[in-house]
Structure formats: C-alpha cells, structure tokens
C-alpha cells in the first residue's frame, strides 16, 4: 500500500471519532427546559368575601354567646390556606365557618322562642292587692300602725287599714291586741282619698261609729 493510501486512511479515522466524540459531548449539555413557577397572589375576591362573611356572622354568635368550639379556628385554617393560594380549599374552609355561626345563631333563636312561649303558657300569677300583713299588739293603734315605716310612714293612711279591714274593726278608735289586719297597697286615689278622711273626719268618740267614717267606707 502506498504511503499517500495510509494518510487518506488516518485522515478519516481521526475525523470519524472527533465527530463521534462531538456528538457525545454536545448529548451531555443538553437540558430539559423547566415551566417557570406561578406566582401567589394571595386570595381572590371569592375567597376574601367567604373569609369575611364568616368571621361577620361568627362575632354575632360570638355575641350571643352561641359561639361554636372550632369555628374560629375553622376561620383561621381559611385564611392560612388563601395566604398559600389555596383558594379552593380556603372557600371551602370559609363556607363552613359560616355555616356553622348561621346555625349556632338559629340554635339560639331557638330557644328564645321556647322560653317566650313557655312564659307565655305559665299561669298568670294574680298580683295582690296587699303589701303584707300586721299584728296588734298592746298599745297599737291605727294611727300608729300607719305610721310605721315598714307599712305607709304616713299617719294620715290610717284609714286604708281601717277600709281594709272593716269586717272586724266596728270602731276606728278602739282595735284589739291580737287582731290580724292585711295592710293594702296605697294607689293614688285610694290614698288620696284616706289621707282627705283623716284630716277632715272632725270629732269622735271611742266606743262609737262616727258617720263619718260610715260615709268614707261606703265611697
């Protein structure tokens, strides 16, 4: 073989692998491109109002003292989740929340109803006529009766006691210790018209029913 054939033959040999060597470099730089990352915005305007309405309707059940144990964590776990731009989850963390107030509210609406119809269904209790009771002891009279603080604090009241209890006193002037009068509320008129007697019933005698106070309890 003649020299100029094995220079022709080295040529290609060294061409062959300098490609082969090229090729395999120019494989091992090759990268695979990579998406560029969404960028968090933090929560919609969905999410937001969601968040709002149910921390709104929590402070009202909050207010009524109807809170729920876990709704304001619920509440919480929303807004950590539209913070992380997890929208979806965060709506439907917020939409419980709100759920739950609404119905603590209407628990409480509940019940205030039964209690207003079960006030509504009590008997009425017929208020008396009286402030309470007195005992005559030895010394008393109407006068002084009436005049005590725990009964009218008022002398000139006398005569309400002695209307009261007509049945058994027959003379204004002369009770008995032992007796048991019911003491009667003094309403305006009625007491206007006691202490009016009082000033204006003129002489008496003890023993006797003066017509005076005949007149006042026949009024």
């Known amino acids: 073989m003649k020299s100029t054939d094995l220079l022709k033959i080295a040529a290609i040999a060294v061409f062959t692998t300098s490609f082969a060597v090229?090729?395999?470099?120019?494989?091992?730089?090759?990268t695979v491109p990579v998406e560029d990352a969404v960028e968090c915005t933090g929560a919609t305007p969905e999410v937001k109002n969601?968040?709002?309405?149910?921390?709104?309707?929590n402070a009202r059940a909050r207010n009524l003292g109807y809170e729920w144990r876990d709704t304001a964590k619920i509440i919480k776990e929303a807004e950590q989740a539209a913070a992380d731009c997890e929208n979806v989850r965060a709506k439907i963390l917020a939409d419980k929340a709100e759920q739950q107030a609404a119905?603590?509210?209407a628990q409480y609406n509940t019940e205030q109803e039964a209690v207003t119809d079960s006030s509504a269904d009590a008997p009425k209790v017929e208020?008396?006529?009286y402030i309470g009771g007195y005992l005559v002891v030895s010394g008393d009279n109407?006068?002084?009766?009436?005049?005590?603080?725990?009964?009218?604090g008022n002398p000139y009241q006398w005569p309400l006691i002695y209307k009261a209890n007509s049945g058994q006193i027959k003379d204004a002037d002369l009770i008995f210790p032992g007796q048991y009068f019911n003491i009667?509320?003094?309403?305006?008129?009625?007491?206007?018209?006691?202490?009016?007697?009082?000033k204006t019933r003129g002489a008496w005698t003890v023993g006797e029913t003066e017509a005076s106070d005949i007149q006042y309890l026949n009024q």
Do not use: F, N
């Open 127 to 129: 208020e008396s006529m």
């Open 103 to 105: 119905d603590a509210i």
């Open 142 to 152: 109407l006068w002084s009766i009436a005049g005590q603080g725990s009964v009218y």
């Open 22 to 30: 090229g090729c395999a470099s120019g494989g091992s730089e090759e």
């Open 50 to 57: 969601a968040i709002y309405a149910a921390k709104l309707k």
């Open 184 to 198: 009667p509320k003094a309403t305006g008129s009625e007491s206007a018209a006691a202490v009016e007697h009082a």
